[in-house]
């Protein structure tokens, strides 16, 4: 049974409401005044509630704004009750909130009416809601998964961390890291175009595919032949567009080669320390997005790591920043940073990630944020 909750100071209004609205199998409260009408809303939230305009103390309007901006009351459909007809007025109410009115003198049909399209509409707000925490709670449980297929920090032989902040509760990016061998450490990066489940259901099979090894025929030891299975397996179409940039690497720990390729991602910064500077190498090859063109080809390049160097792989929403100033930030002022953060005896990912917060301009970033760095010993 719909509760509803009539505030009127006229007790023969709210003996007439009660009257006809019982009439109708409806459960009516009614009280005499706007703070007491409040009070009886929170303590026990209506499906509906019939409000008159002109009260002493709280007007209509007011008990009608507290009413919408109450996170338990915000379904609640409000009718504000009066003899006010002009166009203004309604502008004032509907502005404050209502939803519909009702003019006096109350004309039974009229009423009954609108309190029946206000119901179907309070019904279906609450059933909307009731899908909406559905769906959250679903993507939340989605975003606990995903988070559990990242790999954890590596400590030893090389050190290796990273920082992820996904602009929703699901994201484009995703990476991984792990030994093909003893000897040999892949390391990729990935960034699908959009945001949300459609951006993280095809990183996600990427990381099923390279982790499990499902590539038929690849040699996971070359950069290059990875890409191409992953060109080929990822193909978009007309309708879809489900391509995405991805760096990738092989480090031998042996003879400290890094052997990598990467496909329409931004390139990798190796910061190699040179007294009193720090070298800067990007490490970038030529190749178009995968799944954009079938025809796409990738080649593979070697870079002799030196000691104490650390490499940088990271999505373009690292440098894709809109500051304050209403500036869009550079790849170049990333790497800059990057700089300043290597001198840095600890904690050097927590200070690029610090920066980038400070710098950002809204609450939370465009896109997908994910850096990987690298500390070789």
Request: hydrophobic share 40%.
């Amino acid at each position: 049974m719909f509760q509803i909750l009539v505030i009127d100071d006229d007790s023969s209004i709210q003996i007439l409401l009660k009257r006809i609205l019982e009439k109708q199998h409806y459960q009516v409260i009614t009280t005499s005044n706007g703070r007491e009408g409040i009070l009886q809303a929170v303590a026990s939230p209506p499906a509906l509630i019939i409000c008159d305009w002109m009260m002493p103390e709280l007007s209509g309007l007011e008990v009608c704004n507290f009413i919408k901006n109450h996170p338990n009351l915000s379904s609640t459909f409000f009718i504000l009750l009066t003899s006010l007809d002009s166009v203004s007025d309604r502008v004032k109410g509907l502005d404050s909130g209502a939803d519909d009115f009702i003019s006096k003198p109350i004309e039974q049909n009229e009423l009954q009416a609108r309190v029946r399209a206000g119901l179907r509409l309070h019904q279906l707000n609450r059933d909307l809601q009731t899908q909406k925490l559905l769906l959250e709670t679903e993507l939340s449980e989605a975003t606990d998964y995903v988070k559990s297929l990242l790999p954890l920090p590596i400590n030893q032989p090389v050190n290796i961390d990273y920082m992820f902040l996904p602009s929703r509760k699901l994201g484009g990016d995703c990476f991984d890291y792990y030994w093909l061998d003893g000897d040999h450490l892949a390391i990729y990066l990935l960034d699908a175009v959009g945001h949300g489940l459609r951006a993280t259901l095809p990183a996600i099979s990427v990381l099923n595919l390279l982790r499990s090894r499902a590539l038929k025929g690849v040699n996971y030891y070359q950069p290059s032949q990875v890409l191409s299975a992953l060109n080929d397996a990822f193909q978009t179409d007309d309708k879809t567009e489900k391509y995405f940039t991805i760096w990738y690497g092989v480090y031998n720990y042996i003879n400290r080669q890094l052997t990598y390729a990467s496909a329409g991602h931004p390139p990798a910064v190796l910061l190699s320390p040179k007294s009193p500077n720090v070298d800067i190498t990007l490490l970038k090859t030529p190749g178009m997005p995968i799944g954009m063109f079938s025809q796409a080809k990738y080649v593979d390049e070697i870079c002799q790591i030196g000691e104490l160097s650390s490499l940088y792989i990271f999505s373009d929403g690292a440098y894709e920043i809109t500051n304050f100033d209403g500036i869009l930030w550079s790849l170049e002022e990333f790497i800059q940073l990057l700089v300043r953060s290597h001198n840095l005896p600890k904690s050097q990912l927590e200070y690029v990630i610090k920066y980038l917060v400070s710098l950002n301009s809204k609450e939370i970033f465009d896109d997908d944020l994910a850096i990987i760095q690298i500390k070789f010993d």
